[in-house]
């Protein structure tokens, strides 16, 4: 069975910073794009950043310049270095990976249970 756990939310003053992680763990052959999601209260979840097993790296337009996504493929990991947060940041932060559990199984969503971001003004 594959997992995906979130962790590094929490409450930060806005202009801080935060490092979300999200390890993948169980059978996996390989992952594709990795990514991460958030939704705030009442609105649509969206996406926030995603980077394929290459390294391309791909922002949403209200995080560009001040979120990087990284991956470590040997851990199964992805990073997101959040910096200059603002209140408008404040979400629920969910990872998302596009997993192959093994060599002729096709790709599968997976997504963890998410992880609490708020920013104070």
């Known amino acids: 069975q594959v997992q995906l756990v979130e962790s590094g939310g929490g409450l930060v003053q806005a202009g801080g910073s935060l490092r979300l992680s999200c390890e993948a763990s169980?059978?996996?052959?390989?992952?594709?794009?990795m990514g991460w999601y958030r939704q705030a209260p009442g609105k649509q979840r969206e996406l926030v950043a995603s980077i394929t097993s290459r390294g391309s790296t791909n922002y949403a337009d209200p995080v560009k310049g001040r979120f990087t996504i990284s991956r470590n493929n040997a851990k199964n990991t992805v990073y997101l270095q959040m910096n200059s947060l603002k209140p408008e940041d404040t979400a629920v932060y969910y990872c998302?990976?596009?997993?192959?559990?093994?060599?002729?199984?096709?790709?599968?969503?997976?997504w963890g249970q998410g992880t609490q971001v708020s920013v104070s003004s």
């Open positions: 169980g059978s996996i052959f390989s992952i594709n794009v």
């Open positions: 998302n990976a596009d997993i192959i559990v093994n060599i002729d199984s096709v790709p599968y969503d997976y």
